[in-house]
């Protein structure tokens, strides 16, 4: 049984003195640059360290950040580790372990993974109850293809790889290779798995038959598309960039024109952690909403950037991280984009908040490929997990302004790049428009 309950949280953190602010950036305000000072925190956590994992990805960047300017110190959280996972595998084994034997205690994750933990999709049958605290970013996401396919300039349009991907197949075929066109994704039922089936379907390429998926860990993606082991993949960037700037392939779309301000990652925790340490969550979570302000500068990005790109962090060049932080897009074949609005966002547009109404989209693609039964209950298990409960107090204490942080659990009907309209009033209604789906 949980030691605190949220009704109880919320009690707890109301009755409690707010902390008293130094160097605290907010909103669109320009913010210093320089490690932050101690902080005195009334609010004393119960413990002075945690152990968080994040993949080498630009949207860890927050945690990184919290970690390198020493927010997590400000906070009362001086001991937090910020520890790199090999693989989103790696991650989901090391939160089922815990910090207690030898894991972690939360992370930088794909939205997906702490309900398909919660209800033991992915953890062998035996649930590992997770909360989510927070949205990372959103966008930021790209789907890229092999040079093979440069002359089709495909982008939002998948529908010309069908045929592009059945003339690979009778070619191999007439050479006796295997014939399976592969597409990488970096784990079953994550975004880069929902993003890349959602952008296939949508030109008519069935995920389940036309293409084999396959699980590449980020990292790892530019490497195995340059000795042929895919044709396409979706992932975070700096990947993306740096597939275009190593000329292995080139980019199709960066997500942000798939589904404008897409939630992407997600800061997440093991339930039983937050329970027992409810002030500490609290610490943490205030420590990573105002990293997310920092980063969402774009005075900022230029130092972030420089910071991702060291060894113990990403260890890739400033120049594969820099430019899609600031909107700005080369696609690899000619098409170049400038657009703000399609950039990776931490904080601006309530990139931060929670919404229950995104991670209800994300339950109902699982539904729809097969990953969670077609009966789950999804408003029940959002109910469970998504803690914007406490993103609100952790916001308030810290001094988010009222505008913003939003008043409603749901940012309302969502549009894809196809037309196709997601009501999360009517979840039903948007899968049964959909002509491809498993389920």
Same mark, same amino acid.
């Given at each position: 049984?949980?030691?605190? +309950?949220?009704?109880?949280?919320?009690?707890?953190?109301?009755?409690?003195?707010?902390?008293?602010?130094? +160097?605290?950036?907010?909103?669109?305000?320009?913010?210093?640059?320089?490690? &932050?000072?101690?902080?005195? &925190?009334?609010?004393?956590?119960?413990?002075?360290?945690?152990?968080?994992?994040?993949?080498?990805?630009?949207?860890?960047?927050?945690?990184?950040?919290?970690?390198?300017?020493?927010?997590?110190?400000?906070?009362?959280?001086?001991?937090?580790?910020? $520890?790199?996972?090999?693989?989103?595998?790696?991650?989901?084994?090391?939160?089922?372990?815990?910090?207690?034997?030898?894991?972690?205690?939360?992370?930088?994750?794909?939205?997906?993974?702490?309900?398909?933990?919660?209800?033991?999709?992915?953890?062998?049958?035996?649930?590992?109850?997770?909360?989510?605290?927070?949205?990372?970013?959103?966008?930021?996401?790209?789907?890229?293809l092999a040079n093979a396919y440069k002359d089709l300039n495909?982008?939002?349009?998948?529908?010309?790889?069908?045929?592009?991907?059945?003339?690979?197949?009778?070619?191999?075929?007439?050479?006796?290779?295997?014939?399976?066109?592969?597409?990488?994704?970096?784990?079953?039922?994550?975004?880069?798995?929902?993003?890349?089936?959602?952008? $296939?379907?949508?030109?008519?390429?069935?995920?389940?038959?036309?293409?084999?998926?396959?699980?590449?860990?980020?990292?790892?993606?530019?490497?195995? $598309?340059?000795?042929?082991?895919?044709?396409?993949?979706?992932?975070?960037?700096?990947?993306?960039?740096?597939?275009?700037?190593?000329? &292995?392939?080139?980019?199709?779309?960066?997500?942000?024109?798939?589904?404008?301000?897409?939630?992407?990652?997600?800061?997440? $925790?093991?339930?039983?952690?937050?329970?027992?340490?409810?002030?500490?969550?609290?610490?943490?979570?205030?420590?990573?909403?105002?990293?997310?302000?920092?980063?969402?500068?774009?005075?900022?990005?230029?130092?972030?950037?420089?910071?991702?790109?060291?060894?113990?962090?990403?260890?890739?060049?400033?120049?594969?991280?820099?430019?899609?932080?600031?909107?700005?897009?080369?696609?690899?074949?000619?098409?170049?984009?400038?657009?703000?609005?399609?950039?990776?966002?931490?904080?601006?547009?309530?990139?931060?908040?929670?919404?229950?109404?995104?991670?209800?989209?994300?339950?109902?693609?699982?539904?729809?490929?097969?990953?969670?039964?077609?009966?789950?209950?999804?408003?029940?298990?959002?109910?469970?997990?998504?803690?914007?409960?406490?993103?609100?107090?952790?916001?308030?204490?810290?001094?988010?302004?009222?505008?913003?942080?939003?008043?409603?659990?749901?940012?309302?009907?969502?549009?894809?790049?196809?037309?196709?309209?997601?009501?999360?009033?009517?979840?039903?209604a948007y899968l049964n428009s959909l002509?491809?789906?498993?389920?």
């Amino acid at each position: 049984m949980a030691n605190f +309950s949220r009704r109880r949280f919320l009690m707890t953190a109301a009755a409690t003195t707010a902390v008293t602010l130094i +160097s605290h950036g907010c909103g669109n305000s320009q913010q210093s640059t320089d490690v &932050v000072q101690p902080t005195t &925190v009334a609010e004393t956590p119960e413990v002075t360290g945690a152990k968080l994992g994040f993949i080498a990805l630009t949207d860890a960047a927050p945690l990184i950040i919290a970690k390198e300017k020493g927010l997590f110190a400000k906070y009362g959280m001086p001991d937090v580790e910020v $520890l790199k996972q090999a693989s989103w595998g790696t991650t989901r084994d090391n939160l089922v372990l815990g910090s207690a034997n030898g894991g972690i205690d939360g992370a930088h994750i794909l939205t997906p993974m702490p309900y398909l933990m919660t209800v033991g999709k992915i953890t062998g049958g035996k649930p590992v109850p997770m909360y989510i605290l927070a949205r990372l970013n959103t966008n930021g996401q790209g789907i890229l293809l092999a040079n093979a396919y440069k002359d089709l300039n495909i982008s939002t349009d998948s529908r010309p790889l069908k045929e592009a991907f059945a003339k690979t197949r009778a070619e191999r075929r007439a050479r006796n290779q295997n014939e399976e066109i592969k597409v990488a994704v970096t784990f079953p039922g994550g975004t880069h798995d929902l993003w890349m089936r959602y952008w $296939l379907a949508a030109g008519g390429i069935d995920p389940e038959k036309d293409v084999s998926m396959i699980v590449v860990p980020p990292p790892q993606m530019v490497a195995n $598309l340059k000795t042929g082991t895919m044709e396409a993949f979706c992932v975070g960037e700096p990947w993306p960039l740096q597939t275009v700037n190593q000329k &292995v392939g080139y980019g199709a779309i960066t997500t942000g024109e798939l589904w404008q301000d897409h939630p992407e990652k997600s800061f997440a $925790l093991r339930a039983d952690w937050v329970d027992q340490h409810p002030k500490a969550t609290k610490a943490l979570l205030m420590a990573v909403i105002e990293a997310q302000q920092w980063c969402d500068q774009d005075a900022n990005k230029p130092e972030m950037a420089k910071i991702l790109s060291k060894r113990e962090w990403f260890k890739v060049p400033v120049e594969d991280i820099l430019d899609r932080s600031l909107g700005k897009f080369d696609f690899g074949n000619g098409r170049i984009l400038e657009d703000k609005n399609l950039m990776q966002k931490y904080w601006r547009d309530n990139a931060s908040y929670p919404y229950q109404s995104h991670d209800l989209w994300f339950l109902t693609e699982d539904m729809r490929w097969g990953y969670l039964p077609p009966d789950t209950d999804a408003k029940a298990l959002i109910q469970k997990v998504n803690r914007e409960d406490i993103w609100r107090e952790a916001a308030k204490t810290i001094g988010v302004s009222a505008a913003e942080i939003p008043t409603t659990t749901s940012r309302g009907v969502e549009t894809f790049f196809d037309g196709v309209a997601f009501d999360p009033q009517n979840p039903q209604a948007y899968l049964n428009s959909l002509n491809l789906r498993k389920v």
